[in-house]
């Protein structure tokens, strides 16, 4: 079992940066492939990036390309999201997941932190 636990959302002005970190417990890090996902209110969870066990390579969906990188840190149990030039359709629940394949989808990770809210105001 895995255990993932969100920090760093919070209210931010349009054009802004934040630092969304995921730290993992409970089995090797090392061994799993990690992605961000994220919910609006009443829309669909969807997939923001993700990235390899071994940390590449990395994948970003078109909305956040260019915006938003995609990081980890083996050492310290991490995955980072930092969040350049926010938008306000940026907005929602921001959630790590762990899975042994580096998919875009988010039934295919298998285990899941309770998110943080990221709020991107205009």
């Known amino acids: 079992q895995v255990q993932l636990e969100e920090s760093g959302g919070g209210l931010v002005q349009a054009g802004g940066s934040l630092r969304l970190s995921c730290a993992a417990s409970g089995r090797i890090f090392s061994s799993y492939a990690m992605g961000w996902f994220r919910q609006a209110p009443g829309k669909e969870r969807e997939f923001v990036a993700a990235?390899?066990?071994?940390?590449?390579?990395?994948y970003a969906a078109d909305s956040v390309k260019g915006r938003f990188t995609i990081s980890r840190d083996n050492a310290k149990n991490t995955v980072y999201l930092q969040m350049n030039s926010l938008k306000p359709e940026d907005t929602a629940v921001y959630y790590c997941?762990?899975?042994?394949?580096?998919?875009?989808?988010?039934?295919?990770?298998?285990?899941w932190g309770q998110g943080t809210q990221v709020t991107v105001s205009s």
């Open positions: 997941a762990a899975g042994v394949v580096t998919t875009v989808v988010a039934r295919t990770y298998n285990y």
């Open positions: 990235i390899s066990w071994s940390g590449g390579p990395t």
